[in-house]
């Protein structure tokens, strides 16, 4: 059994229940909005295997510095592979 370390907050509950095309998940730095992005992506991507998910950050530093380490600390290191030359995580079942 592969744990995921990860307890969404009610708000987190609504982002990832939404079934609209755009989302907007504002406030305040620490409300969740990364770690919640971050891993709405990963459910995507092990729901629908083959998945191409991207998270965008005006540069890579910022990205490196929120997304990818957020990821890092949360994705199972049995189901995703961090490829840092290439900036992507690999999944077992084929997404990206």
């Known amino acids: ?3 995921i370390d ?9 982002f990832h229940g939404s ?3 755009e989302i907007l998940f504002g406030g ?12 709405d992506a990963f459910f995507r991507c092990i ?4 998945t191409n998910a991207t998270i ?10 929120t997304d990818i380490k957020e990821a890092l600390s949360r994705y199972p290191k049995e ?3 961090y490829n840092v030359g290439r900036h992507e995580f690999s999944l077992m079942n084929g997404s990206v």
């Open 1 to 3: 059994m592969i744990k």
């Open 6 to 14: 990860y307890a969404p907050t009610p708000k987190q509950i609504l």
């Open 19 to 21: 079934t609209a095309d």
């Open 28 to 39: 305040s730095a620490g409300g969740g909005k990364t770690c919640a992005i971050v891993m």
């Open 47 to 50: 729901k629908f295997p083959g």
């Open 56 to 65: 965008v950050r005006r540069n890579y530093r910022e990205l490196e510095d």
């Open 79 to 81: 189901v995703a592979k």
